[in-house]
């Protein structure tokens, strides 16, 4: 419930980078979500975010289906 992922997922497990992170962000702060995950080819519009845009929330790059499983299931990065 407090976990939130943007991406696209490919048929083999790879997370894609997406457009609009700062509007998928801002939802999730909305919400109340603690966590989002975002594609690691998004970096570069992770560190554009205002530095009010990323307090009080934990923001992580994923590069696979696996590292997404692992951050909801046992909450590690």
């Known amino acids: 419930r407090d976990v939130a ?3 696209e ?3 083999t497990g790879r ?5 609009g992170i700062q509007d998928k962000v801002l939802a999730a702060r909305r919400a109340k979500v603690k966590t ?5 080819r998004n970096r570069a519009d ?3 975010l205002s530095g009010d845009m990323r307090k009080d929330i934990d923001i992580r790059l994923v590069d696979t289906v696996a590292e997404v499983a692992d951050a909801v299931l046992t909450g590690h990065p």
């Open 36 to 40: 989002v995950l975002v594609p690691a």
């Open 15 to 19: 997370i894609l980078p997406v457009s």
């Open 9 to 11: 997922i490919t048929l």
């Open 5 to 7: 992922m943007t991406g």
């Open 46 to 48: 992770v560190e554009e």
